[in-house]
C-alpha cells in the first residue's frame, strides 16, 4: 500500500509540475507577456499625464503613483478594444498560444456592438493581466535569484541590493527559500492567469449568434456553389458518356456499309470529348483552388451559343432530334438572361442524354418563349418513345437505374422559381421544364 502511494503521489507531483511548467504553460506566459508589451504605450502616456497631474514628479518614482498610472492606462486600453479588428488579432493570438479548450474563438471582425464589447474586455483583461505578470516576471525573478546565491556568494552579501534585513544567523537557510517561494509564486501565478485567460476567450472572443449565422450562410453558399459544380459534372461527363458510346455503337454496326456514317460519328466523338474534357478542366481547376466561388464567372455553355452543336453531336450518333424553336417577341435566343440560358441548355442536354440511355425512336424537342399572365416563360418540351427492356442491341447492356440527371435538371429549374416534369405521356416520355424569365414588359431588356 505505502508503495502504490508513492507512486500515486510522484503521478500527481508530475501532473501538477505539467501544469505549471509544461509547454501549455509556457506558451501561455509568452501570450500574457506579449499582453504585458503591448500595455506598455498607454501606460507610458498615462505615466506622463498622472505625473504632471501630481506637480511635474516622475510617476515611476513612486509605487502608488505607478498604480495609479497602472489604473489610468486601463480605460484607454478598452476604448482601443472596441476598434473591430481588435477581436481578429486576439484571437489569432489566442488560438496559437492559449490552446482554449471549448468553442474556438470567432474569426472575423468584430460587427455588432456586443461583440465589440466583449472584445474591448478581453482586450483589457489580456493587457492588463498581461502587465502583472510581466511586471512580477520582470521584478521577482532576479530578486529570487539573489536570495538563492545570496549564501553563497560574499559579494552580494557586500553589495547594496537591499538584502542587508537577511544578514543575519539564519540568513543561510532563510533566503534560498524566500527565493524559490518567490519563484514558485510567480510560476503559479503565471499558470494560474493563463488558464483563466484561457476559459474566458471562449466567452469573450467566442461566435455570436450573428457571427455563428453568417458562418452557416457562408457555408451553405459554399455547399451550394459545390453542388452546382457537381450537377455540372455530371450533366457534362454523362451526357458525353452517352452520347459517345452510342456514336461509337452507331459506328460499329455500320462500320463495312457506310464509311461516310463513321466519319461523321468519329467526327462527333471527338468534338464531344474535346469539349467535355475542357469542361471538366475548368471545374477541376475551380475545386482545386479552392475557390468555388468564382465557379459563376466560368465558361459554361448557352442555348444561345451551343444548342445547334449539341443537336448535331446527338444526331451523329443516328438518333434523329425535330426541333421546334420559338424565341418570342425578342426574335434572338441571344436576348434570354445568361443564368436562364445556360440553365435551359443544361435542362436540354439532361432530356437528350436520357433519351439516348433510356429511350428509342427519334426526338421531338420544342423551345419556345411565351406569355401566359402577362409574364415570359422559357418552355422546353421533349418528348420520345418509351424503351423497351428487351431491345438491347447484342453486347450492350440497358442501363436501368438513374434519375440523377433529371433530379439536377429539377434543381436547376427551381433555382430560377420554375418546374420540370418527367414522365409518361400520351403514349410517349415527355420531359417538360418552365424556366420564368420575369414580366412581359422587359422582353426588350
Same mark, same amino acid.
Given at each position: 500500500?505505502?508503495?502504490?502511494?508513492?507512486?500515486?503521489?510522484?503521478?500527481?507531483?508530475?501532473?501538477?509540475?505539467?501544469?505549471?511548467?509544461?509547454?501549455?504553460?509556457?506558451?501561455?506566459?509568452?501570450?500574457?507577456?506579449?499582453?504585458?508589451?503591448?500595455?506598455?504605450?498607454?501606460?507610458?502616456?498615462? *505615466?506622463?499625464?498622472?505625473?504632471?497631474?501630481?506637480?511635474?514628479?516622475?510617476?515611476?518614482?513612486?509605487?502608488?503613483?505607478?498604480?495609479?498610472?497602472?489604473?489610468?492606462?486601463?480605460?484607454?486600453?478598452?476604448?482601443?478594444?472596441?476598434?473591430?479588428? @481588435? &477581436?481578429?488579432?486576439?484571437?489569432?493570438?489566442? &488560438?496559437?498560444?492559449?490552446?482554449?479548450?471549448?468553442?474556438?474563438?470567432?474569426?472575423?471582425?468584430?460587427?455588432?456592438?456586443?461583440?465589440?464589447? +466583449?472584445?474591448?474586455?478581453?482586450?483589457?483583461? /489580456?493587457?492588463?493581466?498581461?502587465? @502583472?505578470?510581466?511586471?512580477?516576471?520582470?521584478?521577482? !525573478?532576479?530578486?529570487?535569484?539573489?536570495?538563492?546565491?545570496?549564501?553563497?556568494?560574499?559579494?552580494? &552579501?557586500?553589495?547594496?541590493?537591499?538584502?542587508?534585513?537577511?544578514? !543575519?544567523?539564519?540568513? &543561510?537557510? %532563510?533566503?534560498? =527559500?524566500?527565493?524559490?517561494?518567490?519563484?514558485?509564486?510567480?510560476?503559479?501565478?503565471?499558470?494560474?492567469?493563463?488558464?483563466?485567460?484561457?476559459?474566458?476567450?471562449?466567452?469573450?472572443?467566442?461566435? $455570436?449568434?450573428?457571427?455563428?449565422?453568417?458562418?452557416?450562410? *457562408? +457555408?451553405?453558399?459554399?455547399?451550394?456553389?459545390?453542388?452546382?459544380?457537381?450537377?455540372? =459534372? /455530371?450533366?457534362?461527363?454523362?451526357?458525353?458518356?452517352?452520347?459517345?458510346?452510342?456514336?461509337?455503337?452507331?459506328?460499329?454496326?455500320?462500320?463495312?456499309?457506310?464509311?461516310?456514317?463513321?466519319?461523321?460519328?468519329?467526327?462527333?466523338?471527338?468534338?464531344? $470529348?474535346?469539349?467535355?474534357?475542357?469542361?471538366?478542366?475548368? @471545374? =477541376?481547376?475551380?475545386?482545386?483552388?479552392?475557390?468555388?466561388?468564382?465557379?459563376?464567372?466560368?465558361?459554361?455553355?448557352?442555348?444561345?451559343?451551343?444548342?445547334?452543336?449539341?443537336?448535331?453531336?446527338?444526331?451523329?450518333?443516328?438518333?434523329?432530334?425535330?426541333?421546334?424553336?420559338?424565341?418570342?417577341?425578342?426574335?434572338?435566343?441571344?436576348?434570354?438572361?445568361?443564368?436562364?440560358? +445556360?440553365?435551359?441548355?443544361?435542362?436540354?442536354?439532361?432530356?437528350?442524354?436520357?433519351?439516348?440511355?433510356?429511350?428509342?425512336?427519334?426526338?421531338?424537342?420544342?423551345?419556345?418563349? /411565351?406569355?401566359?399572365?402577362? /409574364?415570359?416563360?422559357?418552355?422546353? $418540351?421533349?418528348?420520345?418513345?418509351?424503351?423497351?427492356?428487351?431491345?438491347?442491341?447484342?453486347?450492350?447492356?440497358?442501363?436501368?437505374?438513374?434519375?440523377?440527371?433529371?433530379?439536377?435538371?429539377? *434543381?436547376?429549374?427551381?433555382?430560377?422559381?420554375?418546374? %420540370?416534369?418527367?414522365?409518361?405521356?400520351?403514349?410517349?416520355?415527355?420531359?417538360?421544364?418552365?424556366?420564368?424569365?420575369?414580366?412581359?414588359?422587359?422582353?426588350?431588356?
Amino acid at each position: 500500500m505505502s508503495g502504490t502511494g508513492a507512486v500515486r503521489g510522484t503521478g500527481a507531483v508530475r501532473r501538477w509540475c505539467g501544469i505549471v511548467l509544461g509547454a501549455r504553460a509556457r506558451l501561455r506566459w509568452v501570450h500574457l507577456v506579449l499582453g504585458g508589451a503591448l500595455l506598455m504605450p498607454y501606460f507610458l502616456l498615462s *505615466e506622463v499625464v498622472v505625473g504632471i497631474a501630481a506637480g511635474g514628479v516622475n510617476a515611476l518614482s513612486s509605487f502608488p503613483l505607478t498604480l495609479v498610472a497602472y489604473a489610468a492606462a486601463l480605460p484607454l486600453v478598452a476604448v482601443t478594444g472596441l476598434y473591430g479588428l @481588435v &477581436r481578429p488579432l486576439s484571437a489569432s493570438a489566442v &488560438r496559437t498560444l492559449c490552446e482554449v479548450p471549448g468553442e474556438p474563438p470567432a474569426d472575423g471582425p468584430a460587427r455588432s456592438w456586443g461583440a465589440r464589447w +466583449r472584445a474591448s474586455a478581453w482586450w483589457t483583461l /489580456h493587457l492588463g493581466v498581461g502587465a @502583472v505578470i510581466s511586471g512580477m516576471t520582470l521584478a521577482a !525573478t532576479p530578486a529570487a535569484l539573489v536570495l538563492i546565491l545570496l549564501p553563497f556568494s560574499g559579494s552580494l &552579501r557586500r553589495a547594496s541590493v537591499g538584502a542587508g534585513w537577511l544578514v !543575519t544567523g539564519a540568513y &543561510r537557510y %532563510v533566503s534560498p =527559500l524566500l527565493g524559490v517561494g518567490l519563484l514558485t509564486l510567480v510560476v503559479l501565478s503565471s499558470a494560474a492567469a493563463g488558464a483563466l485567460l484561457a476559459r474566458l476567450a471562449p466567452v469573450l472572443l467566442g461566435p $455570436t449568434a450573428a457571427d455563428r449565422l453568417a458562418a452557416a450562410e *457562408e +457555408r451553405a453558399a459554399d455547399l451550394a456553389v459545390r453542388n452546382r459544380l457537381a450537377r455540372e =459534372l /455530371h450533366d457534362a461527363v454523362g451526357h458525353a458518356l452517352s452520347a459517345v458510346t452510342l456514336q461509337a455503337g452507331a459506328a460499329r454496326r455500320v462500320l463495312d456499309r457506310d464509311p461516310e456514317f463513321v466519319r461523321e460519328a468519329l467526327a462527333a466523338i471527338e468534338e464531344t $470529348t474535346r469539349r467535355t474534357v475542357g469542361e471538366l478542366d475548368t @471545374v =477541376l481547376g475551380l475545386l482545386r483552388d479552392g475557390d468555388p466561388a468564382r465557379a459563376d464567372a466560368a465558361p459554361a455553355p448557352t442555348l444561345a451559343a451551343d444548342l445547334e452543336g449539341l443537336l448535331s453531336r446527338t444526331r451523329a450518333g443516328g438518333t434523329t432530334v425535330t426541333v421546334q424553336q420559338d424565341p418570342g417577341p425578342a426574335g434572338d435566343w441571344e436576348q434570354l438572361p445568361a443564368i436562364a440560358s +445556360r440553365e435551359a441548355y443544361r435542362i436540354v442536354q439532361e432530356g437528350l442524354s436520357n433519351a439516348l440511355r433510356h429511350g428509342r425512336g427519334p426526338v421531338a424537342l420544342l423551345i419556345r418563349v /411565351h406569355t401566359p399572365d402577362r /409574364h415570359r416563360e422559357l418552355e422546353i $418540351t421533349m418528348t420520345n418513345p418509351p424503351a423497351q427492356a428487351p431491345a438491347a442491341p447484342e453486347g450492350e447492356r440497358r442501363r436501368t437505374t438513374g434519375g440523377r440527371g433529371l433530379r439536377g435538371a429539377a *434543381e436547376r429549374a427551381a433555382l430560377l422559381g420554375g418546374s %420540370v416534369e418527367a414522365g409518361p405521356h400520351e403514349g410517349r416520355w415527355r420531359l417538360r421544364a418552365v424556366l420564368p424569365l420575369g414580366a412581359a414588359t422587359g422582353a426588350g431588356r
